[in-house]
């Protein structure tokens, strides 16, 4: 069992209120050892935490909902033989309709997360990745709902090396992964710049000194990720994600706005699960969206209200 190093814990002031920032080394402690199986394609998602001195436990790479919710149903799916060419394989009959409200507007949603999403709508919990980690895939939802509307999402870039924020990629064992979301839905909404994103875990990071608050930004630009030596050393940042962050009337006021990445940046063009879909994304003006970092932060919520 590998050992909790808290090295320190930090409050930094902003506004009117104080952020704690807990800074982690070394490897979690696992859990879960892998949360989904897909035969001979998959990496494995499992579930660590940590311990801090006043017997906080801090869950990585985040506290999912995967083993109890309901799955998103599959747009593209290796793992279940789903595999469209394009929009014109899918039947949206087909799709089951989520209903928070009987009366209100019937909405499609078109999901790829890298890797993976939990969509609540007003306050409901729609529907969650159907693969945690690997292979990539992509979801569609259909629901009902009176407006306004609150899209609030939890994003997880996945790890393999639970703690460390890395993974086995291009010949390196600790080698830090990216994610990057995008979604349309049938109201207009398109992810973007005018989406709100907040970071809750960051890792890896080869000094604490190097996580700093700029204005709203839980920033890690300072570290130089090309260059980490750190490994099994590594160090990660944790805050404390809100309750009621799902919720339609959570103030994410003083939430920096979602930062925009292109679609090379993300890498997507090898990904049937989001390039047989494009015109649905790309041709809708979905951008991939994401926290400042795309690498190093693995814990994100994004959040849209439209009226």
């Keep these: 069992m590998h050992t909790l190093l808290i090295v320190l814990i930090l409050i930094i002031s902003f506004n009117s209120y104080a952020e704690e920032m807990v800074i982690t080394r070394g490897r979690a402690t696992t859990d879960i050892e892998n949360l989904y199986e897909c035969a001979g394609r998959f990496r494995k998602s499992g579930i660590g935490h940590f311990v801090d001195q006043t017997e906080q436990k801090w869950i990585v790479p985040a506290p999912v909902a995967f083993a109890k919710a309901r799955k998103a149903p599959d747009l593209y799916n290796p793992c279940t033989n789903v595999t469209p060419g394009s929009v014109r394989e899918i039947d949206l009959n087909d799709v089951p309709i989520f209903e928070i409200d009987r009366d209100g507007e019937l909405i499609t949603g078109f999901i790829f997360a890298d890797n993976y999403f939990e969509l609540y709508v007003n306050d409901r919990l729609i529907g969650v990745d159907a693969v945690p980690f690997t292979p990539f895939n992509s979801s569609v939802v259909r629901f009902r709902v009176k407006r306004p509307i609150t899209y609030a999402v939890r994003l997880v870039d996945w790890e393999e090396n639970l703690g460390l924020g890395s ?22 909404t398109v992810t973007d710049s005018s989406w709100t994103a907040q970071t809750f ?32 050393d590594c160090f990660a940042a944790h805050w404390t994600l809100p309750e009621d962050w799902y919720k339609e009337d959570f103030d994410d006021s003083s939430w920096p706005p979602a930062t925009v990445f292109t679609n090379d940046t993300i890498g997507v063009k090898n990904k049937p699960a989001y390039m047989n879909f494009s015109g649905l994304f790309i041709g809708r003006k979905a951008k991939f969206i994401w926290s400042s970092n795309v690498v190093l932060d693995n814990h994100v919520i994004v959040r849209k209200t439209v009226e």
Aim: net charge positive; glycine share 12%.
């Design 167 to 188: 993974e086995k990629n291009r010949g390196n064992r600790f080698h830090a992964g990216d994610g990057g979301f995008a979604a349309s839905f049938s109201d207009g």
């Design 201 to 232: 875990y960051t890792a890896p990071i080869d000094a604490p000194s190097n996580v700093r608050l700029v204005g709203n930004v839980r920033d890690t630009s300072m570290v130089h990720v090309n260059r980490l030596t750190c490994r099994e």
